[in-house]
């Protein structure tokens, strides 16, 4: 027997597949790092910036410095950057004003809870933290015409700053390519508008708006654009192993920066696709698989290696529930994915509703491979109303799918669904 633990929640789940049928286990090849901490390796990054100045140079003479940062669903590290980034910023100009913007999105608000778990009490207590909101039109100002036509409105911290910088992570993003620098701006701290436009049926049917690409695709375009209207001088990006430490640190330009953190991600990421009935998988843990609406994630790493009519098994705590109201509604209220994506599909970009590009992918998944979630009772209810299965545990859930398919079923195991490009056709 195979034995594997995958990420659930702060803990981790355990099952065993039978070793013949064991198709194959898809991990990121981490590299060993360096003997540097992971706080030297950020210093050394900031010391050593990507196609610009030092962050203490370009701060210098500046009146009102605006960091972005990443919200309650992302595992950014802050507790390490942040202080180092406020040493940078203020190196050359201790009396600079300094105002942390958490880049929500469409996200709900971050509260002060999870604020001082990611930054700690003492920059939460110490530091003008505001949290964006992106559906309060007063908080936002234009800022110019997406290269697809919608309209970019920002907060407005964006305009009042005199240097603009932002800290994240860097991974495979599933229809964005890859998390990291230019996010920060949209749909980090963009307007509900200008989100919705950039998220349209339209851009997430493309073929280049999937996970490490972002040659065409029509999202990244668009957010491109937007960091450079926000005139984002300066990103600090890192990579994450296994366990949410820093394995690796990019500053400087926000675009070369960011690119090069790309580049590093595809190639420690990237794996061939490997065909089976049955693929498990996980979201990474907390603080991805929080929700359903986040789950969608990991469940399009297992969408490139399940075969059409098979199963895909995703481990998640759920803690959040389904994620957001209007994503659940797009499924409760319908009869089918089908459905869901037969009336996603017919929306124009313009008038884009809230949480259609994480049902039109969540369908397009559920087309090809029954989905059964393992989470805790209390979540059934909602996960079959969404049209999917729910089990207890990993076995019950391999019962089902054998059931289905019978005894003999291949199984992929894709550990960590959230950290792995999975390159189809190179198996």
Same mark, same amino acid.
């Given at each position: 027997?195979?034995?594997?633990?995958?990420?659930?929640?702060? +803990?981790?789940?355990?099952?065993?597949?039978?070793?013949?049928?064991?198709?194959?286990?898809?991990?990121?090849?981490?590299?060993t790092?360096?003997?540097?901490?992971?706080?030297?390796?950020? &210093?050394? @990054?900031? /010391?050593?910036?990507?196609?610009?100045?030092?962050?203490?140079?370009? @701060?210098?003479?500046?009146?009102?410095?605006?960091?972005?940062?990443?919200?309650?669903?992302?595992?950014?590290?802050?507790?390490?950057t942040?202080?180092?980034?406020?040493?940078?910023?203020?190196?050359?100009?201790?009396?600079?004003?300094?105002?942390?913007?958490?880049?929500?999105?469409?996200?709900?608000?971050?509260?002060? &809870?999870?604020?001082?778990?990611?930054?700690g009490?003492?920059?939460?207590?110490?530091? +003008?933290?505001? $949290?964006?909101?992106?559906?309060?039109?007063?908080?936002?100002?234009?800022?110019?015409?997406?290269?697809?036509?919608?309209?970019?409105?920002?907060?407005?911290? $964006?305009? /009042?700053?005199? #240097?603009?910088?932002?800290?994240?992570?860097? +991974?495979?993003?599933?229809?964005?390519?890859?998390?990291?620098?230019?996010?920060?701006? #949209?749909?980090?701290? @963009?307007?509900?508008?200008?989100?919705?436009?950039?998220?349209?049926?339209?851009?997430?049917?493309?073929?280049?708006?999937?996970?490490?690409? #972002?040659?065409?695709?029509?999202i990244?375009?668009?957010?491109?654009?937007?960091?450079?209207?926000?005139?984002?001088?300066?990103?600090?990006?890192?990579l994450?192993?296994?366990?949410?430490?820093?394995?690796?640190?990019? @500053?400087?330009?926000? &675009?070369?920066?960011?690119?090069?953190? *790309? /580049?590093?991600?595809?190639?420690?990421?990237?794996?061939?696709?490997?065909?089976?009935?049955?693929?498990?998988?996980?979201?990474?843990?907390?603080?991805?698989? &929080?929700?359903?609406?986040? *789950?969608?994630?990991?469940?399009?790493a297992?969408?490139?290696?399940?075969?059409?009519?098979?199963?895909?098994?995703?481990?998640?705590?759920?803690?959040?529930?389904?994620?957001g109201?209007?994503?659940?509604?797009?499924?409760?209220?319908?009869?089918?994915?089908?459905?869901?994506?037969?009336?996603?599909e017919?929306?124009?970009?313009?008038?884009?509703?809230?949480?259609?590009?994480?049902?039109?992918?969540?369908a397009?998944?559920?087309?090809?491979?029954?989905?059964?979630?393992?989470?805790? +009772?209390?979540?059934?209810?909602?996960?079959?109303?969404?049209h999917?299965?729910?089990?207890?545990?990993?076995?019950?859930a391999l *019962?089902?799918?054998?059931?289905?398919?019978?005894?003999?079923?291949?199984?992929?195991?894709?550990?960590?669904?959230?950290?792995?490009?999975?390159?189809?056709?190179?198996?």
């Open positions: 027997m195979a034995v594997f633990e995958l990420p659930y929640g702060n +803990e981790t789940i355990r099952f065993t597949i039978p070793q013949q049928c064991l198709r194959g286990v898809l991990v990121a090849a981490h590299p790092p360096d003997a540097d901490t992971q706080q030297e390796r950020v &210093q050394k @990054a900031l /010391e050593h910036p990507i196609g610009s100045q030092r962050l203490c140079d370009l @701060a210098r003479e500046k009146r009102h410095v605006l960091i972005i940062t990443s919200d309650h669903t992302r595992p950014v590290p802050s507790r390490i942040m202080p180092l980034l406020l040493e940078e910023v203020r190196r050359n100009n201790p009396d600079v004003r300094l105002t942390i913007l958490v880049a929500t999105g469409m996200h709900r608000p971050t509260t002060q &809870q999870e604020l001082r778990a990611r930054f009490d003492g920059i939460v207590d110490r530091q +003008e933290i505001v $949290v964006h909101r992106a559906e309060a039109d007063e908080d936002m100002v234009f800022m110019g015409t997406l290269p697809s036509g919608g309209e970019l409105w920002l907060n407005r911290l $964006v305009r /009042e700053a005199d #240097l603009v910088i932002s800290e994240g992570f860097i +991974e495979p993003h599933f229809f964005a390519g890859f998390s990291g620098g230019r996010k920060s701006i #949209l749909p980090g701290v @963009a307007s509900r508008k200008t989100v919705l436009y950039n998220h349209n049926a339209a851009f997430i049917k493309s073929p280049f708006a999937r996970q490490g690409i #972002l040659q065409d695709n029509p990244h375009r668009d957010m491109l654009f937007a960091a450079r209207q926000a005139n984002l001088a300066f990103v600090l990006n890192v994450l192993d296994a366990d949410k430490r820093i394995l690796a640190a990019f @500053a400087g330009d926000a &675009q070369q920066a960011h690119s090069a953190g *790309c /580049e590093m991600s595809a190639r420690i990421t990237s794996v061939a696709a490997v065909e089976a009935d049955v693929v498990i998988t996980s979201n990474g843990g907390y603080p991805l698989d &929080q929700n359903v609406y986040q *789950c969608v994630k990991g469940m399009t297992a969408e490139a290696c399940v075969r059409p009519g098979g199963v895909i098994v995703l481990c998640a705590a759920l803690g959040d529930g389904h994620g109201e209007a994503f659940y509604r797009w499924f409760a209220e319908r009869s089918s994915a089908e459905q869901v994506t037969r009336d996603i017919s929306i124009p970009a313009a008038q884009t509703r809230m949480d259609q590009w994480e049902a039109q992918i969540l397009r998944v559920m087309h090809k491979a029954e989905c059964i979630f393992v989470t805790g +009772e209390e979540n059934r209810e909602l996960i079959e109303t969404m999917m299965r729910w089990a207890p545990n990993v076995d019950a *019962c089902m799918a054998k059931e289905r398919l019978g005894a003999d079923a291949s199984v992929t195991v894709i550990p960590d669904g959230v950290g792995v490009i999975v390159r189809e056709g190179e198996a």
